[in-house]
Structures are given as C-alpha cells and as structure tokens.
C-alpha cells in the first residue's frame, strides 16, 4: 500500500499560526521535503520535531520528483513544505502533487497559513471573483505588458513581489493601472506588519520600508476609476484652481495631496504642472 503524500501548510511569519494537525503530521511523516531545508529546521527545531528533510525546489524538484515517488511506493508518508505558507502556490508542489495524483497515490491537504488569503481578507476588497497571478515578471518591459493584461481584469487580483523590485513595480502600476485602488501588504503576521490602500503612488510615497515580503491585491476596477484616470494635465490645473479659490483645503499641500489621490497623478507631479501652468510671466 503506498504511502500518503501531506501537503503542509506552515506559517507565513508568526510562528503561532501553525495547526496542531500540521505539527502532529510533521511528526510523524518519514521525511519532509521543504522549499529550504534550513528555513524549514527552523521551524521544526521550534516544535521540537526531529523529522528529517529533503530539499525539493524549482531548481532540483525534477532530480528529486522520482526519489520522493519511489519512498512513497515503498509505503512511506512524507510532508510537504515551503518556505512558508500553502505549497503550491509559487512553488513547485504542484507538480509533485500532480505526479502522485498520477500514479493513485493519496495526497492529503493540511490547510493552514497563506499570505495571499491574509492580504484579500486585510484588503476590503470583493473576494469573488479573485484572480491569483504568484511573481511578474522582472524585466521593465515585461512587467508593463504584464500589468497591461492585468488591468483588463475586472475584479480583484492577487500577487507576490521582490523586495528589491517593489519601488519599480508600484511606479510601473501607477503608470499602468491609474487611480485603481490597491492594498500592499508587507511582512504579514510578523512585527513590522504594514498593510496599505490607495492608488499606487500614494501607498508608494506611505510605504515606510522597501524590505521583507510583498503581497499586493488589485482591487476590482469602479467608475471612480476609470473617470480619474483619463484626467489630462488640463483638467488637473483647472480643478486646481478651482479648488484653490474655494477655499476647501487649509494649505496648498493639503490640496496637492487630495488632487493627486484624485487624478492618479503623484504629488511631485501635481507640482510641477502648477509651476508650468502659473499665471504671470515665465523666467
């Protein structure tokens, strides 16, 4: 009789959120084969769990694919793991699940912790439909093509990015996306938590700290939405003015900051075209 394969759910951050059933099945599994051997001996040196680990990751998961179906064959339960959260999701569990599924092995999911339900649950945004998109793309070029796709879906996206390209990524939604409300969630469940809403410029000028791990939802596209973004450079100094002689706003960047919210523009920007377009003589 063949072994069962558990698809582990393990936390995102805060170590609390694991499950009795995951910690009780990481006990007794043969071997767990985890994303990062050396992230997983962490967590399992926590719970006291001497279960040894094989590395199963995108770069050796098709040398380790037969070794792992041969222990399950031979009546072994294994686990498994990623670095963090459900495997599957940007990883390749989903090949080995599908190879065991394949050949009428069990495969068991053990829910648990995932980053991309805690950013749409954190985000306030419908949740059906929801498209899941893991990483886009690295390259510049890509990336705007990427978003451009993105930006043809009407209800709310989710997905994954770099730290290193998260400042390239919200300028490139700004420039692709408009006012389309998102939410960047940043080292969910750990202690520097930072969730954020609002247009991709303002939460890129909020945002306090470029490391850790990015999860980013899309919120579904709105009226709002499509009226602010058409804005050209004309209406914005008009609406300006306007505002400005009514008197609404207590100080000029306090009206910079709304127009920019408003017409999906950056605040530096707003500036700017202010100091192009001011009355009176230019130097």
Known sequence: M???LHVIATPIGNLEDITLRAVR???EVALVAAEDTRRTAKLLHHF???????????????????????????????????????????????ELVDACLSEGFPVNPVPGPSALLAAVTASGFVMTP????????????????WLSSLAAIPHT?????APHRIK?????????????????????????????RGPAHDV???????KGEFTLVVGPISADTVTAAAST???????FWRLAESGEFPSRRALVTALARKHNRSSREIYALILEHQPGPKA
């Open 157 to 161: 996206v989710c997905f994954l990015e």
């Open 2 to 4: 063949p072994g069962t």
């Open 168 to 196: 390239h990524t919200l300028e490139a939604i700004s420039g692709v996306l408009g006012s389309r409300p998102i939410v960047l969630a940043r080292e969910l469940t750990k202690a520097h938590q930072e969730i954020l």
């Open 48 to 94: 006291g769990i001497q279960t040894p680990t094989i590395s199963y990751h995108a770069h050796n998961h098709r040398a380790r694919l037969p070794i792992l179906l041969d222990r399950l064959r031979k009546g072994e339960d294994l686990g498994l793991v990623s670095d963090a959260g459900t495997p599957g999701l940007s990883d390749p569990g989903v």
């Open 233 to 239: 450079d004309d209406e914005v100094v008009r609406d």
């Open 204 to 210: 890129l000028e909020r945002l306090k700290s470029f």
């Open 25 to 27: 099945l990481l006990r």
């Open 130 to 145: 929801m498209t899941w998109l893991g990483f886009g793309p690295s390259r510049s070029k890509d990336l705007k093509v």
